[in-house]
T-cell receptor
Framework: DADVTQTPRNRITKTGKRIMLECSQTKGHDRMYWYRQDPGLGLRLIYYSFDVKDINKGEISDGYSVSRQAQAKFSLSLESAIPNQTALYFC???????????FGEGSWLTVV | GESVGLHLPTLSVQEGDNSIINCAYSNSASDYFIWYKQESGKGPQFIIDIRSNMDKRQGQRVTVLLNKTVKHLSLQIAATQPGDSAVYFCAENPASGATNKLIFGTGTLLAVQP
């Protein structure tokens, strides 16, 4: 089983709809992240959380929100999806400072 | 501003040859660097990392070299195999101590020819 699990793996949704991507991890890490990947732009940080009570915006947080329901769970929501949010989304986790960031398998989201 | 970039977007090598993937970074304060491998349809996988107090680190068939003078990072893969075909990202941690907010390069596609 994967250490970082994302659901759904693929989703097609319509413009204006609310969509939630869920992430759970079994690594016991405190820190969790949501990234977006677009061709030619690399990975960009949307939101991150260093513990259950901590939520921080990344470089591209507009149009997104997150919820850290537990140490092991971190969800990403698009309240009103728009086509330019079509992308591959990755959840990730890490331990303390300087430790490696571990990624999930990704969630393909298409907004039509 | 801070940036992490790659010199070559695509690298084609013959099976069995050595591969070298390069990366330039702009933040001289970055203290931690990672190489990731991303296969088609999968998430990035950790390959090897290096801290700024080191110049070289070796793993299994991979070596990372760090040249702080010219702010350059490279990944060397020995005896490249078809399974090494993937996109390779470098990443830097520009903040010393407090965060894991990595900055990623755009990636280099490594294509291994049989």
């Amino acid at each position: 089983d994967a250490d970082v699990t994302q659901t759904p793996r693929n989703r097609i949704t319509k413009t204006g709809k609310r969509i939630m991507l869920e992430c759970s991890q079994t690594k016991g890490h405190d820190r969790m992240y949501w990234y977006r990947q677009d061709p030619g732009l690399g990975l960009r940080l949307i939101y991150y959380s260093f513990d259950v009570k901590d939520i921080n915006k990344g470089e591209i947080s507009d149009g997104y929100s997150v919820s850290r329901q537990a140490q092991a769970k971190f969800s990403l929501s698009l309240e009103s999806a728009i086509p330019n949010q079509t992308a591959l989304y990755f959840c990730a986790t890490s331990g303390w400072v300087g430790n490696t960031i571990y990624f999930g398998e990704g969630s393909w989201l298409t907004v039509v | 501003g801070e940036s992490v970039g790659l010199h070559l977007p695509t690298l084609s090598v013959q099976e069995g040859d050595n591969s070298i993937i390069n990366c330039a970074y702009s933040n001289s304060a970055s203290d931690y660097f990672i190489w990731y491998k991303q296969e088609s349809g999968k998430g990035p996988q950790f390959i090897i990392d290096i801290r700024s107090n080191m110049d070289k680190r070796q793993g299994q068939r991979v070596t990372v070299l760090l040249n702080k003078t010219v702010k350059h990072l490279s990944l060397q893969i020995a005896a490249t195999q078809p399974g090494d075909s993937a996109v390779y990202f470098c990443a830097e941690n520009p903040a010393s101590g407090a965060t894991n907010k990595l900055i990623f390069g755009t990636g280099t596609l490594l294509a291994v020819q049989p």
